[in-house]
């Protein structure tokens, strides 16, 4: 039996507008006995039903799977991710350039808390709420029933708080397969993957199409990749005429990979630089030096607690370097934290700009690719916000 949260009165519009959240501020029933990640059903104030969703103990009471009473079964999850696989078919994922892509993208293929990255014959999961993390066995055997995708490896990667959780789904751990790492093609250059030790599911597939576009801004420049992790942005530049390209991250694993990435991709030696230094100082001694600049730092803030701090943050790093960057340079900066939204980023990239007096022009307004798509009903799920700047 499926147990039901009542809203307070006038509180539906929201989920009538198919928001996927209910925040906890909503409901108006006392929440007895019921377990953290359980299925339940929200109701309107006057009995009716609204949706069907995933319990959570937090300020986000109720992630929405379904607008309808049907069962959360194992038909349910194979028409969500069927649904999402031909989605990324359209799209051009995968194909015989790019074999590594995001399958599944939590609110945007109606499955709040999920995340499933493909690494060419392997699978990646994250769940990011208890209530996914229960349904992990039956989506594994989902994706294994899922003949065209062809999965030797599926691995469950734990994005939960032990502490908060209890322990449960908590252990990183093969559903499919024992392989740790395998190598992915991505705009047919070559990628080093390890989900086992790497960040999130082991690459940053969201921003494929943007390094794709910084190709065009390199030929014969001098690059800097800042919090580079694998290299990505290093490789695309590399591989499009950049005449040198310095990397620069604060992990000796990320300098690891970046160079492994580079001699992965190019025979002969290229002219690349990889430095293990806090990007900051690097910025400061290197002044004048580069014509294309990448800044891809970590989320500033994970939640709405530190945006103001992840605003002065984000400011200080892109006012060093539009005042470090050449004239005429081109600066590719972003910001991959949920709570920041595109008009506070821009203001605060505008605000860094102002500080140096120097003329700034937006070239380009950057987000990130299809595969990892936006409900529009949910704009939270925007999180990944860039701007390209021509810095006179």
């Known amino acids: 039996m499926i147990r039901s949260l009542v809203l307070k009165p006038a509180k539906e519009r929201s989920l009538l507008n198919f928001h996927p959240w209910v925040f906890s501020g909503a409901v108006g029933s006392p929440v007895k006995d019921i377990s953290d990640g359980e299925v339940v059903d929200v109701m309107s104030f006057d009995g009716r039903f609204l949706a069907r969703g995933h319990y959570h103990l937090g300020s986000i009471m109720v992630r929405v799977l379904s607008y309808r009473q049907e069962p959360i079964d194992g038909d349910f999850f194979m028409s969500r991710i069927q649904s999402a696989r031909y989605a990324r078919i359209a799209a051009g994922l995968p194909s015989d350039g790019t074999t590594g892509y995001r399958l599944i993208h939590g609110e945007g293929d109606g499955l709040p808390g999920l995340v499933i990255d493909i690494y060419g014959q392997a699978a990646i999961i994250q769940a990011h709420t208890l209530g996914m993390a ?39 751990k093969w559903l499919l397969g024992t ?18 030790k790497g960040q999130k599911t082991g690459f940053f597939l969201d921003q494929r199409e943007n390094r794709l576009l910084l190709s065009r801004y390199v030929p014969g420049k001098k690059v800097l990749n800042t919090f580079c992790y694998s290299g990505g942005f290093s490789v695309y530049a590399l591989g499009s005429g950049a005449v040198q390209v310095d990397s620069v991250d604060s992990s000796a694993k990320a300098i690891e990979w970046t160079n492994q990435n580079v001699e992965l991709n190019f025979q002969k030696e290229k002219p690349h630089q990889a430095y293990e230094a806090d990007v900051f100082d690097f910025l400061k001694t290197r002044a004048g030096d580069y014509d294309v600049i990448v800044l891809d730092p970590p989320a500033f803030a994970k939640r709405l607690s530190a945006v103001n701090q992840a605003v002065i943050g984000y400011r ?23 709570a920041v939204d595109t008009a506070l980023f821009r203001k605060t990239i505008f605000s860094a700009a102002a500080k140096t007096k120097r003329k700034v022009r937006i070239l380009h307004q950057l987000t990130q690719g299809p595969d990892h798509p936006v409900s529009i009903y949910h704009p939270e799920g925007e999180y990944l916000k860039g701007l390209v700047l021509e810095i006179e």
Request: proline fraction near 1%; aromatic fraction near 10%; hydrophobic fraction near 40%.
């Open 179 to 196: 392989s740790e790492a395998d190598i992915i093609v991505e705009n047919k250059y070559k990628f080093y993957v390890d989900w086992v």
């Open 316 to 338: 200080n790093l892109n006012h060093e370097a539009i005042s470090s960057i050449r004239p005429g340079g081109i600066l590719f900066t972003f910001s991959c934290s949920q």
């Open 134 to 172: 229960k349904a992990v066995s039956i989506i594994s055997e989902v994706l294994s029933d899922i003949s065209e995708l062809n999965l030797t490896t599926i691995y469950y990667k734990n994005a939960l708080s032990n502490s908060k959780h209890q322990g449960v789904a908590s252990e990183n």
